[in-house]
Each structure stands twice: as structure tokens, then as C-alpha cells.
């Protein structure tokens, strides 16, 4: 299966290793603006992957063979690549969104609730 196997990876062990593939080479990362435009074509082709499985665009014969996991792949490359040019440790991004979603957005939506409870 090659260097990832099946083995789980922490968000900081993913930046390292990110950070270590970049780091051998002398261009290092792109600039922010550079990465932002990367950012977006990488998820305009996770958009294109999506309706080709899901929407009503289906693939040309003509064209590669892609998955959506290979295009969100790209795009967590491209997002650890930004966060790691920028000095942002996403443990601690995640953490901070994850916290306003738990208390500014704790009633936005509807809860699963015990079976028999409204």
C-alpha cells in the first residue's frame, strides 16, 4: 500500500510530513496567494469529481479515471501546504471552529434525540 498504509495520522504529524516533503526543496511552499488559487482549482475539480458520481454531468469516456478521495486528497495537501506556510497549527484552527460551532451554533440545527423524545 506504499507510505501511508492503513495507519491513523494526528493533524500535526500530517503537517510534518507535509512540511518535510516541501522542505526538500529549494522553492519551498508557494505564496499565500499562490496556494489560495491552488486551493480553488483543486476544489473546482473535487466539484467536477462530485457531479460526475453524484450529479446529473456524467464522465466522458475520454476522460481520466479520478475519485472524489484522490480530490479531497489534493485538497488537504493544499490546505495543510497553507497552513503550514502561514505558521497555523490546525489542531488548534479546528479546535477554535469546533468550539464556536458547540456554543454559537449549539441550537441551529435539530438534534438526534432518544428514541420516543421530540
Known amino acids: ?3 501511508c498504509d492503513l495507519e491513523r495520522k494526528t493533524m500535526k504529524r500530517m503537517q510534518q510530513e507535509v512540511d518535510d516533503y516541501i522542505g526538500q526543496f529549494k ?5 499565500p496567494l499562490a496556494l ?3 486551493l480553488t482549482e483543486e476544489l473546482g ?5 462530485i457531479n460526475h458520481y453524484y450529479g446529473e454531468k456524467r464522465k466522458k469516456a475520454t476522460e ?6 484522490e480530490e479531497l ?3 488537504l495537501f493544499v490546505v495543510i501546504c497553507m497552513a ?7 489542531d488548534v484552527a479546528l479546535g477554535r471552529v469546533m468550539d464556536k460551532f458547540q456554543t454559537r451554533d449549539k441550537d441551529r440545527w435539530t438534534r438526534i434525540t432518544e428514541e420516543g423524545e421530540q
Open 27 to 31: 522553492e519551498g511552499y508557494f505564496s
Open 36 to 38: 489560495t488559487a491552488r
Open 84 to 90: 503550514n506556510s502561514l505558521h497555523i497549527d490546525l
Open 73 to 75: 486528497g489534493d485538497l
Open 64 to 69: 481520466p479515471e479520478k475519485t472524489v478521495e
Open 1 to 3: 500500500m506504499g507510505a
Open 45 to 49: 475539480e473535487l466539484a467536477r469529481e
